[in-house]
């Protein structure tokens, strides 16, 4: 199983050039979601969803939009990127929207994508 | 949301036991206590969860005191591999995933 699987890996981007960050899972998970870590600063939710065609703000949505045509796939697309937005971006996903029905309540995660604005 | 409070970085050597404590003071009723693993470049992974007493699975121990205010996860005889951020993650997640949030974690560090 590939799991969740993030596109692409690295990206370097001028201030104001727009892009997608792609996410995708083969579990059949309902929950989504997108986190942005920064040094120091832990991990911080972004958006998610809990299923197709329903998406919600997290912490820090500011610049970020998300959209969930599919159950497998959620993109997070930065419309006019700013340095600020330089970190790394983590999709996570599980099988149910909460933590206790049917699972151990587990958060699986991609490898992660390195962004940075110049 | 419960606010968690975890020492920055740990120190160990291989074949010792780790224990890194959580502290969790506002802990609500139903909120449930996540441990996290993180390696260099890579995502989060779950190592354990619980809500009171003790826990078990083939990685971590998980205590959790009767006022349930700390909990501390234990890694038995480390090796160099487990050298990685631990998370503490405190929330009601039979509300969604969305209450859960990652602090900065504890960086252990293990020697030969």
């Known amino acids: 199983n590939a799991g969740v699987t993030q596109t692409p890996k690295f990206q370097v981007l001028k201030t104001g050039q727009s892009m997608t960050l792609q996410c995708a899972q083969d579990m059949n998970h309902e929950y989504m979601s997108w986190y942005r870590q920064d040094p120091g600063m832990g991990l911080r939710l972004i958006h998610y969803?809990?299923?197709?065609?329903?998406?919600d703000q997290g912490e820090v949505p500011n610049g970020y939009n998300v959209s969930r045509s599919t159950t497998e796939d959620f993109p997070l697309r930065l419309l006019s990127a700013a340095p600020s937005q330089t970190s790394v971006y983590f999709c996570?996903?599980?099988?149910?929207?909460?933590?206790?029905?049917?699972?151990?309540?587990?958060?699986?995660f991609g490898e992660g994508s390195r962004l940075t604005v110049l | 949301l419960a606010k968690t409070t975890q020492p920055i970085s740990m120190d160990s050597y291989e074949g010792q036991e780790v224990n890194i404590t959580c502290s969790h003071n506002?802990?609500?009723?139903?909120?449930?206590i996540t441990w996290y693993q993180q390696f260099p470049s890579q995502g989060p992974r779950f190592i354990i969860q619980?809500?009171?007493t003790k826990v078990t699975n083939e990685v971590a121990s998980l205590f959790i005191p009767a006022d349930r205010k700390s909990s501390t996860l234990s890694l038995p005889r480390v090796s160099l591999s487990d050298t990685a951020v631990y998370y503490c993650l405190v929330g009601d997640i039979q509300t969604g995933y969305s209450t859960l949030t990652f602090g900065k974690g504890t960086m252990l560090l293990v020697s030969p």
């Open positions: 996570a996903s599980s099988y149910e929207v909460t933590g206790l029905i049917g699972n151990t309540g587990e958060l699986f």
């Open positions: 619980g809500y009171k």
């Open positions: 969803s809990v299923g197709a065609g329903i998406t």
């Open positions: 506002n802990i609500a009723t139903n909120d449930y």
